[in-house]
């Protein structure tokens, strides 16, 4: 029997503290064991948190881009090692930006060739804008020329633009989180001829009956969107806009790897819980267990995994996509080695556990976040559950 009063407990003293709301999905083998919706959707409306409430992913769209791209790896479409500029012919000439002892940088061409498996492990030198150098400046630069047609921008847009760029590193030379999974999922259209949205319809969402993800609102989508708050001490909080929810409407053009999907707990717990059980679900297979094995198999090591194990990464490694657990005592956690996942900028997570087939989903939308107080307790609260 599974006892899960202490995390429906825990949600609770969430929602206390001063979380708008939050909800969890547990399940293990074929079996969904927990489901836990607490607070409100949107304060100002009364609407409570509910199995339907639909979440933005974020960077929890990028387990499933790389899980697609996995897809076609094992039907022989890809290859790791290939050249991504086989795919992507944008990419053929690169240069990289290097920092000089007095400060100033050089631009040389790249030594190293940009391969697939870079572009899967966040080693392609497009780091996200988060700090100040010639890459970033470029690709704000890019940001801001896409944005301004009125019609938007397309996936392959935003590629191309990014193949001008000069690489903050040579390809597989360091981890910078960044632009990696939106060539993936060029890889995607370019293999297939789909959208990568089509792809991800056809081959996952349908498959799984998730009815509630996608890139474009559908029927009553907006409507059961949860709302975005600003979480301040000391202060109630503050609903905010987003601007990214323009390419959630009809007529948008882009379709991101590295974010841009919604869904539920329900519908991602499906997802979750495919991979959980070596890549069926319901008796359907949709990926095979060795290729989640080589997902979830750690890419880094030395300084490169020192950097990348900070407070809430800590004990984990960096596969294909994913974070995977290395060493449970180091985190400081009750749960599994090789348990892996991603999580999502506005409070999102998942952890799947293909030892112990278990799954689960956490979703709040805030900012800040605050995923290392939430997304940790949430891990040991499931795992104290566990038979």
């Known amino acids: 029997m599974h006892d899960y009063k202490h995390l429906d407990d825990l949600l609770q003293r969430f929602v206390q503290r001063g979380l708008p709301g939050c909800a969890v999905g547990v399940a293990q083998g074929d079996e969904v064991l927990y489901e836990g919706y607490h607070g409100l959707a949107d304060i100002e409306a009364n609407r409570p948190i509910a199995e339907d409430t639909v979440y933005r992913l974020y960077s929890m769209t990028k387990v499933i881009i790389c899980t697609a791209a996995m897809m076609l790896m094992e039907r022989g479409l890809l290859h790791l090692n290939d050249p991504i500029s086989e795919y992507l012919p944008e990419f053929s000439s690169l240069t990289v930006a290097r920092q000089k002892s007095d400060g100033t940088y050089e631009f040389s061409s790249c030594s190293a060739t940009m ?75 370019v293999i297939t001829g789909k959208s990568v949205g089509s792809f991800l319809q056809d081959e996952i969402f349908t498959p799984l009956h998730m009815t509630s993800t996608g890139y474009r609102y559908f029927g009553d989508l907006q409507q059961r969107m949860v709302s975005l708050y600003r979480i301040e001490e000391g202060s109630e909080p503050q609903k905010i806009s987003i601007d990214s929810d323009q390419h959630h409407l009809p007529g948008a053009l882009y379709e991101g790897g590295g974010s841009g999907l919604f869904s539920s707990v329900c519908d991602y717990l499906k997802f979750a819980q495919m991979l959980a059980n070596g890549g069926i679900y319901l008796g359907n297979r949709i990926i095979g267990r060795k290729t989640i094995d080589l997902m979830r198999t750690n890419q880094l090591s030395g300084a490169v995994l020192n950097r990348f194990q900070n407070f809430y990464n800590a004990g984990y490694g960096y596969g294909l996509g994913v974070r995977t657990m290395l060493d449970p005592s180091a985190a400081g956690a009750n749960n599994s080695p090789g348990a892996f996942g991603w999580s999502g900028v506005l409070g999102t997570w998942v952890e799947i556990d293909p030892g112990e087939k278990l799954a689960m989903v956490y979703m709040h939308q805030t900012r800040p976040n605050m995923e290392e107080y939430h997304h940790h307790r949430v891990r040991a609260a499931v795992y104290a559950a566990v038979r």
């Open 115 to 189: 391969l697939v498996r870079h572009a899967f492990t966040m080693s392609v030198g497009l780091p996200y804008a988060y700090e100040e150098s010639p890459t970033t400046v470029v690709v704000r630069e890019a940001m801001s020329e896409l944005s301004k047609d009125p019609g938007g921008y397309t996936l392959r847009q935003l590629v191309r633009a990014l193949a001008s760029v000069p690489l903050a590193a040579e390809p597989g030379e360091r981890f910078q989180y960044g632009y990696g999974h939106d060539l993936v999922a060029a890889l995607i259209e």
